[in-house]
């Protein structure tokens, strides 16, 4: 049979990075509370018995507030896992006892594994864990899990445990303002034939209401309950929650005075106390973060990147087609299939593969960022920033995450308490630009700014914060009315990356995007192609304009005459293959690159070389090219992300409002970039 140990924990205790150990697997980890949404499981692979591993959302506590708390607690209570391991980090012990002294109310088995010792030592701290499991009554095993220092203990007193059935159930609250009212609740239980538990006590003297219902208590056992709680807060002049909150804290309080050393003088500033000083100064805060983000554009997009990209480049779009095209031509191919080669898959790819380097450092610097812990810090920055706009602080991660996938952060948005706010930030997703569109603005950057490079990316990744914020400030006015939730994400220490993290990181995003190339948009490449080749009625036509891609294209484009790149630039022909190309970017953003790629091809450029770079040039004044760039950021996002949203809104209505919203929104913007630019005369020919 198969055994279920679960990792629970708080946010960012080290849960995911414990799994990935355990189970050899390359789950995300993050410097940051909230990163694992969806339970994950795997084997354990250091045993000849199965042993599944499943890693939980991190939760503060069980007293469900948020979804992930939900879903968390759900799978405790009813799925019985036969050990729960409770990740604790030993560095924050007291706030992470809370969901222990929870835990252990459970009666599953459970093991503590007391993470982060490295830096518990290193601080000067010191913990007994011996007495400390003394205490709590089940075992306590010091562990290091991003060295793996302990875990092949953790895993013997784990497996141990679960063999013995160790059903604990603990109450920490004897001897307490209410150990009576526990009692008394526990006897009502039992003597009407229900089951009965510490668990089930507090929950009940809590007044939650899931558990309530989960009995299916009747009439008269409700109100001897409701009469328990009412004469306990009568007596005691408090409320039931907060005194319970209190209990908890008092016994944690009691706990670690005993067993937990500090090497740090009472009120001596920690090094983490003291760079937050400056980092989330009040003033200084946000000036930091736009330098370290300005830094971060410096590196992925200024000459440091310039020296890897451009030899990577002319191997993906000049060499290896060449080599490809001569290999064909001596093979004796067809036409057609040179066309289709040549012109389709890598017109279509080469351009995008192209720019996995830029992607790559990009990535790169942001997952070095996340495991230093500073984009925590920036949530809590930016917290003041977004509460006038009635957005938590909590709202940033989900945001930020929007850089890299839309999809994982839609996703995200499960952290935030309360829907008005996931469906503001949902609607706002896109304005975040993934890192799908990073070709998009590499090749028109590249082709129309390229000696502005850093600054003209920079401005367009800050015009998607700042529509994001005006957004906000919109739609809290007229259809999300309300107040932002309290923020109580905390901070994790500055830790330095690991190697293995970042690199992990990085491998991820760069094969994400090598498989996306070689599969979807490979696919896509041959698709468009052949919607350039032929008409509706499948017959090759003389002219790409008439294709069915020409059709539709012709359809759309209109539309943008006045954003500017709605015409060829100069003429009044309709310029059909922006058309084509917003629409296929609805599959995947990359592939607006890649349509603009194989239509252009067949204009007569002969050679691929610098190919896509001198027809944008024939076809976008600069000017519209910005505006073009503009458009991109902030339309609906690809399907993958809608799916993602409309799973998440739970509704067409709130899906279809944020598509319309985000293509409403990129409409108008570019417009008005475009319309202010041309009254200045800025970039006209
Ligand atoms: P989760 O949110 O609970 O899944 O936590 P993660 O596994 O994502 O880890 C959060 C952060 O703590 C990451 O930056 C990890 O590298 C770091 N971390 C995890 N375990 C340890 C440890 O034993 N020592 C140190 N110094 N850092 C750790
Ligand atoms: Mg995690």
Request: hydrophobic share 45%; aromatic share 10%; glycine share 8%.
């Amino acid at each position: 049979m198969a055994y279920r140990f679960t990792l629970a924990g708080n946010p960012n205790s080290g849960k995911t990075t414990l799994f990935n150990y355990l189970t050899g697997s390359n789950a995300h980890v993050g410097n940051w509370p909230g990163v694992t949404v969806e339970r994950k499981e795997g084997r354990y692979k250091k045993s000849k018995e199965q042993i599944n591993i499943i890693d939980l959302p991190g939760i503060y506590s069980l007293s469900p507030y948020t979804a992930e708390e939900v879903v968390a607690r759900d799978y405790l209570s009813q799925e019985k896992p036969d050990v729960v391991i409770n990740i604790v980090d030993a560095t924050n012990i007291e706030r992470n006892l809370y969901l222990t002294t929870q835990l252990l109310e459970l009666g599953i088995p459970t093991v503590i594994a007391l993470n982060m010792m490295d830096e518990v030592k290193g601080r000067g701290d010191e913990i007994d864990a011996a007495s400390l499991e003394k205490q709590l009554g089940v075992p306590v095993v010091p562990i290091t899990a991003t060295k793996g220092h302990g875990i092949d203990q953790l895993m013997e007193r784990a497996i141990e445990v679960s063999k013995n059935h160790e059903i604990i159930d603990k109450n920490i609250f004897e001897n307490t303002k209410i150990s009576d009212a526990i009692k008394e609740i526990s006897q009502l239980l039992k003597t009407n034939g229900y089951a009965s538990s510490v668990y089930y006590a507090v929950r009940l003297l809590e007044n939650d209401e899931k558990i309530n219902e989960k009995l299916n208590l009747s009439k008269s056992l409700q109100s001897s309950i409701h009469e328990i709680i009412t004469k306990k807060e009568k007596e005691t002049e408090e409320e039931m929650e907060t005194l319970i909150a209190d209990l908890r804290y008092r016994y944690i309080g009691e706990v670690t005075v005993k067993h937990v050393k500090k090497g740090r003088k009472e009120g001596e500033l920690s090094f983490s106390d003291k760079v937050d000083k400056i980092v989330t100064n009040r003033i200084l805060g946000i000036p930091i973060f736009f330098f370290v983000m300005y830094l971060v554009f410096q590196i992925s997009l200024g000459p440091i990147s310039a020296f890897i990209t451009d030899p990577f480049v002319t191997l993906t779009s000049e060499i290896i087609p060449e080599a490809v095209q001569n290999l064909l031509i001596n093979a004796g191919a067809s036409d057609v299939i040179i066309g289709l080669v040549i012109d389709g898959v890598f017109a279509g790819i080469g351009s995008v593969l192209g720019f996995l380097p830029l992607v790559v450092l990009l990535f790169l610097c942001l997952s070095i960022l996340e495991d230093i812990g500073y984009m925590a810090r920036i949530a809590f920055v930016m917290d003041r920033v977004f509460r006038r706009f009635g957005l938590s602080g909590k709202a940033f991660v989900p945001l930020l995450m929007g850089y890299g996938c839309a999809v994982p952060a839609i996703m995200a948005t499960r952290t935030l308490e309360d829907e008005r706010s996931r469906r503001l930030v949902i609607t706002l997703m896109p304005f975040m630009s993934c890192g799908a569109r990073i070709p998009v603005y590499a090749v028109f950057v590249g082709a129309f700014f390229a000696s502005n490079r850093v600054l003209t990316t920079f401005s367009i990744y800050a015009l998607g914060v700042v529509i994001a914020m005006l957004s906000c400030i919109l739609l809290n006015k007229t259809v999300f009315k309300g107040e932002a939730a309290p923020f109580i994400m905390e901070l994790p220490s500055y830790r330095l990356p690991t190697l293995r993290g970042i690199s992990l990181h990085t491998w991820e995003k760069a094969r994400g995007y090598v498989i996306k190339v070689g599969t979807i948009l490979l696919a896509m490449s041959v698709v468009i192609w052949f919607c350039q080749a032929f008409n509706f009625s499948l017959q090759l036509v003389e002219e790409p304009s008439e294709s069915i891609f020409g059709i539709i294209g012709n359809v759309i484009a209109p539309i943008f005459t006045l954003n500017g790149f709605g015409l060829v630039k100069g003429t009044t022909q309709v310029h059909w293959q922006i058309g084509a190309a917003l629409l296929t970017g609805l599959i995947a953003k990359e592939a607006v690159v890649s349509t603009l790629g194989i239509l252009y091809i067949n204009e007569g450029l002969e050679e691929l070389t610098g190919a896509l770079g001198i027809a944008l040039g024939a076809h976008f004044t600069p000017l519209a090219a910005y505006s073009f760039m503009v458009f991109v950021l902030l339309y609906a996002p690809c399907f993958a992300a809608i799916a993602t949203a409309k799973k998440e809104l739970g509704s067409w209505k709130w899906t279809l409002f944020t598509i319309a919203y985000q293509c409403g929104a990129a409409w108008v913007i570019s417009f008005i970039v475009y319309q202010v630019g041309h009254l200045l005369g800025i970039g006209l020919v």
